[in-house]
């Protein structure tokens, strides 16, 4: 079956550090990979997605590509703002089927930025 | 834009009641899905459905049930509430097809004492 793999949190950082939050899968067939983002007292909602293979997902700064080979769509961000603490949810789902668009997710990684 | 809504921001009830959460989306979107959320575990899926009256069973369905009797509801059900299941609450849509983005509502933080 699908899972989703997270790096382990909580992740601390001083504000315009360099950001790294690794997820790896396991998938049968194409998924689509996702990262959602979680702000305090709300849902979640999509950060960046890709596809396929070598596709880089971006949005506010940050960036995800999708490698096939390793199995990884690790979410970076070249400086962080305080504005970016949050928790991020690493997410799959197949197309197609009786997949319903079922997303499976990750374990969360809560991210704490400093001024 | 897609609005999902749920009932609740914030319920407390009590051990061997019977709760109900509601979740409405303006959106027209067929799927919807149904997960709690707990520290260190993620997101997982209780119940889903992809279309009126349709429902499955998602990874955890033991002690809920569901009811989507119109497109744009979709109500979870905890028949006799415990104290496991005090929980964040989290209702989502999604179009039919591929998979696709999710939209999710704002949670539903539930306690049962």
């Known amino acids: 079956g699908n899972s989703v793999t997270q790096m382990e949190g909580p992740v601390t950082l001083s504000e315009e550090a360099f950001l790294t939050i690794n997820c790896t899968y396991t998938a049968t067939g194409y998924p689509s990979l996702f990262w959602y983002v979680q702000y305090p007292g709300e849902g979640l909602q999509l950060l960046l997605k890709a596809t396929k293979a070598d596709d880089k997902g971006s949005n506010k700064g940050f960036e995800a590509t999708y490698r096939k080979e390793t199995t990884s769509f690790h979410l970076e961000k070249g400086s962080v703002q305080v504005s970016d603490s949050a928790v991020y949810f690493c997410?799959?789902?197949?197309?197609?089927?009786?997949?319903?668009?079922?997303?499976?997710f990750g374990q969360g990684t809560i991210l704490t930025v400093h001024p | 834009d897609v609005k999902v809504t749920q009932s609740s921001r914030y319920l407390v009830k009590r051990t061997g009641e019977k709760v109900f959460l509601e979740c409405v989306q303006d959106m027209d979107h067929e799927n919807m899905f149904w997960y709690r959320q707990d520290p260190g575990l993620g997101l997982r899926l209780i119940y889903f459905?992809?279309?009126?009256?349709?429902?499955e069973k998602g990874d955890i369905p033991e002690g809920y049930s569901v009811s989507r009797e119109k497109k744009e509801r979709f109500s979870l059900i905890l028949e006799s509430a415990s104290t496991n299941q005090t929980s964040m609450y989290l209702c989502?849509?999604?179009?039919?097809?591929?998979?696709?983005?999710?939209?999710f509502g704002p949670g539903t933080r539930l306690t049962v004492l």
């Open positions: 989502a849509t999604s179009r039919a097809g591929a998979a696709d983005t999710q939209y």
């Open positions: 997410a799959l789902g197949n197309a197609g089927g009786t997949s319903y668009g079922k997303l499976t």
């Open positions: 459905s992809y279309d009126v009256k349709m429902k």
